[in-house]
């Protein structure tokens, strides 16, 4: 046959069709009891949306996006990730202007030139859910029991959920200062992945999954420990809320998320099932985000979620 998929995209055929419905049927459930509307954006945006929300030395920036450029050649690009879309839609619509509080929800397909490998695609899809508008705690561990209960009613099992805080550019600033110093009597051994990072976001270093660089950075100091006193009162709350809520978490200093907008609270919901690529869920708090896409300074947490790592993860039960 001349014609196949495309690498690293996938047919979901009429015997699998039941299962995405299935899964697609229980997020809505749980999304619109904890009273989240659903919100669908456009496929692909200009690009210097992502370039300048996701922050132009990220992965996804640097070399993951597909990108082109149309008859009038405007720079587009199909979306890698979601919440710079929402953040757009919520300023382009003033839905700040009609309440205090904004929360949606999305299901849609994303798009990232990465190495296909197992539960991560070129064309992939994910749920997730923002909140815009909310600075107290309580948000944070709203938005993080919302994806726990999505996957204890889909009977998810052998799932963890790790937070920790990344602080604010007041203190974070201070951080990266002291984690670099330490970065210096072990940059030559690490990784080059990490030694690229150093520059450019060396927090990520602390991420990683190379057991070399994992092994280096051991007694590396964490985020954790060096947060401003608003920071760490925010951290504190968060945690004494989730304990109230009967969410069982683990605090990891390591958990750095990927992307530049990200403040104080970040968090992972990780599988024993899905081997090295074991996160399900990835989320957190982004303060800076949409005063950095031209809005007024506006408080706002969220996650994201991969719908065919879940579906594996389900299907190994």
Same mark, same amino acid.
């Given at each position: ?6 690498? #690293?995209?996938?047919?979901? $055929? +009429?015997?699998?069709?039941? %299962?995405?419905? @299935? ?6 459930? !749980? ?9 669908? =954006?456009?496929?692909?945006?200009? &690009? ?13 920036? #640097? ?10 050649? &405007?720079?587009? =690009? /199909? ?25 949606? @929800?999305? /299901?849609? +397909? ?10 991560? $695609?070129? %064309? *992939?899809?994910? *749920? ?6 909310? %600075? ?14 999505? *996957? ?42 990490? %030694?690229?990072? *150093? ?21 590396? +100091? /964490? ?17 004494? $809320? ?22 104080? &609270? ?19 708090? @982004?303060? /800076?985000? !949409?005063?950095? $896409? ?24």
């Amino acid at each position: 046959m001349k014609f196949k998929s495309i690498k #690293g995209t996938k047919d979901v $055929l +009429p015997e699998e069709s039941h %299962q995405w419905q @299935y899964v697609e049927q229980a997020i809505r459930s !749980v999304m619109h009891a904890f009273n989240y509307s659903e919100i669908r =954006t456009p496929v692909f945006e200009e &690009t210097s949306l992502f370039a300048r929300g996701i922050g132009e030395l990220t992965d996804i920036v #640097g070399k993951e996006m597909y990108t082109f450029r149309d008859r009038s050649e &405007t720079s587009l =690009t /199909l979306k890698p990730e979601m919440t710079a879309s929402v953040i757009r839609a919520y300023l382009q619509h003033n839905l700040g202007e009609q309440q205090p509080l904004v929360k949606v @929800y999305y /299901l849609a +397909p994303m798009f990232r030139q990465e190495r296909p490998q197992a539960g991560r $695609l070129r %064309q *992939f899809h994910q *749920f997730g859910a923002e909140a815009i508008g909310g %600075q107290q705690p309580a948000i944070d561990a709203e938005i993080i029991a919302l994806s726990v209960e999505i *996957f204890q009613s889909l009977g998810v099992q052998n799932i963890t959920t790790k937070i920790n805080s990344v602080g604010c550019e007041t203190c974070r600033a201070a951080y990266k200062a002291k984690l670099k110093n330490f970065l210096l009597s072990v940059r030559s051994e690490l990784s080059e992945e990490s %030694q690229r990072r *150093f520059d450019a976001n060396p927090l990520r270093i602390l991420d990683s999954k190379d057991e070399g660089d994992r092994r280096l950075t051991a007694e590396a +100091p /964490l985020m954790k420990d060096h947060l401003c006193e608003e920071c760490a009162k925010h951290f504190a709350e968060l945690q004494a $809320l989730l304990g109230a809520c009967a969410v069982s978490f683990q605090v990891d200093g390591r958990i750095v998320r990927g992307l530049d907008y990200y403040t104080k &609270t970040a968090y992972e919901i990780v599988s024993t099932d899905l081997g090295s690529q074991d996160a399900l869920v990835g989320g957190g708090r @982004y303060d /800076l985000l !949409v005063e950095e $896409l031209g809005g007024k300074r506006t408080p706002s947490v969220g996650f994201a979620a991969g719908i065919e790592r879940l579906l594996i993860a389900m299907e190994k039960q």
